[in-house]
């Protein structure tokens, strides 16, 4: 278990403070990779934490399971599983980088065959799937699929029909492919969603619906039963996370939509980030750094939750893709071996858009008795062609509450003073490409994984989820008695 006593009893200064101790802390704090800048100077790692960090880096073994991670070796215990999302951009182990490649090679194939008419006249995909099998795509698509997407793609999770209804009202049901995403082919509400799109459209006048369909997955086999052609299946390894597998074929209706070259671009750009965090040192790694300052405000300051703001209305979705990433990797109570932990693991992570959020949630952020660190998003370059001082007013506001955060303002009227000295990290992107936007996700995903690693626990396995599906099971198997009082009266009001 980490040690964190020589790191709480260091001399922690000020923000300000900081700045004015060293004149090269933009330089010293922001990293430059991939077409991100990503300024860390606006939090509290000074010289002493960075070190202190670095020994406890040592005592993790950061190093050694970074290792581990990159070989292809066993890194997930519990499930005794690699983590192979790395090999799909083309590092780590040489043969598992070779298998990524033929099955990416075989969507490939796939998607040209559509493209060429192989399917039929295909103008709508809709993609089922959900988490890890619908929060990539969704997010690709709406940061980079805005203009001159070749289909129209709708990815439905929700297993609230209202959900379907909403994707399907503007598609043609001769006219759409069937794109079924999940890792295990048997997640209850991907599997309805999939036979309720296969009935509209056979009600549609689609005569062989299951011929229209295909299988994004790990699990072949259940796709196979569940009547989907060999030919349409796309498989990938069951060591790539659900989480981590947009970088697969879960990534299809991007690959579809964008075209292959985008597709390309995107795990490039992924790749680019890989370099930094596999060869960089420590203090120069961006992952890492980021991990560190995640670390510094749950195990020092206490902080419970940590926010994401888009300066730009193409990452909208970041926040919620990061949620997943996050929460379900690094929100547990144990250790890698099973041992209670007796510190903060992940926070919660939150967010939304610039501006809009200013005019919602950043009132506590500025005067809130939570201390928040705050992660800030924005591109050099406008997704729009109106009149730039859109573009000028939302970066100017971006740096403003970055700024604000940092100096606060001390005021006789206590309600009109702010405290100041709270952190943010701003990433300033050269615009938002598939090969940034690779770039930012890999970055997420290493620092999660440090912060794992940090912290003793398995980002890799999600046993929290299943004791909710468990129950919501039982209780459709066998009705509203045999459970605590509060839910048999909700079932009985529901249903009877
Ligand atoms: O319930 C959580 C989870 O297993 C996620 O980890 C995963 O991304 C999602 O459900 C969907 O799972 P699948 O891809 O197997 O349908």
């Known amino acids: 278990m980490p040690n964190w006593n020589a790191l709480k009893s260091l001399n922690h200064h000020p923000l300000t403070r900081l700045f004015e101790l060293d004149n090269e802390r933009v330089s010293k704090m922001t990293q430059n990779v991939a077409g991100l800048r990503i300024d860390m100077s606006k939090t509290h790692l000074g010289d002493e934490q960075l070190d202190a960090f670095i020994a406890i880096a040592k005592e993790m073994d950061l190093l050694g399971k970074r290792e581990t991670l990159l070989s292809g070796a066993i890194i997930n215990p519990t499930e005794e599983r690699s983590a192979l999302h790395i090999t799909e951009r083309g590092l780590g182990d040489e043969q598992a980088v070779a298998e990524a490649k033929l099955l990416q090679n075989r969507m490939k194939a796939l998607i040209e065959a559509i493209d060429a008419g192989a399917m039929g006249d295909i103008k709508h995909i809709l993609h089922v799937g959900i988490g890890g099998s619908a929060l990539g795509p969704k ?130 750009g992924a790749a680019a980030m890989d370099a930094n965090f596999a060869n960089s040192d420590l203090t120069e790694n961006a992952p890492v750094l980021a991990a560190f300052a995640d670390l510094y405000y749950t195990q020092i300051t206490g902080a419970q939750t940590r926010a994401i703001f888009a300066y730009d209305e193409r990452l909208r979705l970041l926040p919620d893709y990061l ?99 709270r952190p943010s990290v701003t990433i300033l992107i050269e615009d938002v490409t598939p090969a940034t936007l690779g770039a930012l996700i890999a970055y997420y995903e290493h620092r999660t994984f440090v912060n794992a690693v940090m912290l003793g626990i398995n980002p890799f396995d999600q046993y929290g989820v299943e004791l909710g599906k468990e129950i919501a099971k039982k209780i459709s198997n066998e009705g509203p008695s045999g459970f605590d009082p509060s839910t048999s009266a909700l079932m009985k009001a529901a249903f009877e």
């Open 323 to 421: 949620q997943q990433l996050e929460m379900e990797s690094n929100g547990k109570s144990v250790t890698s071996e099973g041992e209670p932990i007796d510190y903060a693991s992940s926070p919660i992570t939150w967010g939304g858009v610039g501006t809009d959020a200013q005019h919602a949630v950043f009132q506590l952020l500025h005067q809130g008795t939570h201390v928040i660190p705050v992660e800030f998003i924005a591109s050099k370059t406008p997704g729009h062609d109106f009149d730039p001082i859109h573009h000028e007013t939302l970066l100017t506001n971006c740096f403003a509450q970055g700024a604000a955060l940092m100096a606060g303002r001390d005021n006789d009227d206590k309600a009109r003073s702010y405290e100041g000295n």
């Open 139 to 268: 997010l690709l698509m709406d940061a980079l699929g805005r203009e001159d997407a070749k289909y129209d793609v709708a990815i439905v999770s929700n297993v609230d029909g209202a959900a379907m209804a909403e994707a399907v009202k503007d598609f043609d049901p001769q006219k759409t492919l069937l794109a079924v995403a999940s890792k295990t082919f048997t997640t209850t509400e991907t599997l309805m969603n999939a036979q309720t799109a296969m009935d509209w459209m056979t009600q549609g006048g689609v005569s062989d619906a299951i011929g229209r369909v295909i299988a994004l997955t790990a699990n072949p086999e259940k796709a196979l039963e569940f009547g989907i052609d060999e030919s349409r299946i796309l498989p990938f390894n069951e060591n790539v996370g659900g989480r981590y597998s947009l970088w697969c074929s879960i990534g299809f209706p991007a690959a579809i939509g964008l075209g292959w070259d985008a597709y390309e671009e995107i795990l490039q």
